[in-house]
């Protein structure tokens, strides 16, 4: 495994290939918002072999730079990841995107038809049902008008307000405490509560970001979308409404495919299920 870190825009992303190059197209793991690329540790040693796999932090997340002045919506997310694939000369890949990373992923496919030949999209978030009417986790929500209270206390704050919003999202809540531990680390520094100012102020902004993404036959791609049923950021009639768009969206294909015994963070609680679902897809 190999990691380095790769200019994009004036900031540097930091990622790390997996794998083995071989006749297979290559995979792509993309974290949603306050986790990092840790977060497929278990995923990778159960994806199918042969391919060439690419992890990266996004812009504010995990060792890559902090925004500074740099946009931290999904659109903008969208377009450095494009960037990092053209710089990386990675196309027709099997992009898996869980939580706002499949809101970025389904942005990409949309933009960039050639650089996704395939989507997984991981208890999605940040997609609109309708397109275009994103509502954000109620949890997250409320943390939103308070910004400028989390800028001037102490980053301490925020951390602990951030990890009492996201442990919900684990089944099991023990194991949701630890990562969420190492995921907030960076919170309870000055720069990274910036960082994670700056997600929190983009979510809410990024209400329209994938409405064309989700207009009818806008997606080329085949695409597997994989929900919780206990998941409590996305409910079953939210997860319901976005099948039946994606179905619109995606003239291709959408597979739909329940995920029992988690919550919102299956790439940890479930690697096994997406180890086979990613082989499912590659299989299309």
């Known amino acids: ?16 290939a997996f794998g083995e190059r071989g006749a297979g197209e290559p995979i792509v793991l993309i ?21 060439r796999v690419l992890v990266l932090d996004l812009l504010g997340h995990g060792r890559s730079d902090p925004p500074g002045g740099q946009a931290m ?34 942005r990409t496919a949309h933009e960039h038809p050639e650089q996704v030949a395939r989507l997984l999209l991981v208890n999605p978030t940040m997609i609109g049902v309708p397109p275009g009417k994103v509502t954000l986790n109620g949890r997250v929500a409320r943390l939103v008008p308070l910004l400028p209270l989390w800028r001037r206390l102490s980053p301490g704050w925020l951390a602990s307000a ?3 919003a996201l442990l919900p999202g ?6 949701g405490a630890r990562a969420l531990d190492l995921y907030l680390h960076s919170v309870r520094t000055r720069d990274g509560r910036a960082s994670a100012c700056a997600q929190l102020a983009a979510l809410a902004a990024s209400r329209r970001d994938t409405a064309n993404a989700l207009a009818p036959h806008a997606l080329a791609c085949p695409v597997l979308l994989a929900t919780a049923p206990d998941d409590p950021f996305v409910p079953a009639s939210r997860a319901s409404q976005l ?12 597979e739909w495919r329940q995920l029992p015994g988690v919550a919102h963070v299956a790439p940890e609680e479930a690697p096994d299920q997406l180890g086979v679902l990613v082989a499912e897809l590659l299989s299309r």
């Open 1 to 16: 495994m190999r990691g380095e870190f790769i200019e994009v825009d004036g900031v540097r992303l930091y990622c790390y």
């Open 31 to 51: 974290h949603g918002a306050f986790t990092a690329s840790h977060l497929w540790q278990d995923v990778l040693p159960r994806l199918p072999k042969g391919h």
């Open 73 to 106: 919506t999904v659109a903008a997310h969208a377009r450095r990841l494009s960037a990092l694939l053209t710089l990386l000369g990675v196309r027709g890949a099997t992009v898996v995107g869980h939580d706002m990373g499949a809101a970025i992923a389904t």
């Open 162 to 164: 951030l990890h009492h």
């Open 170 to 175: 684990y089944a099991h809540r023990d194991r």
């Open 243 to 254: 099948a039946a768009t994606l179905r619109l969206a995606a003239p291709r294909g959408v």
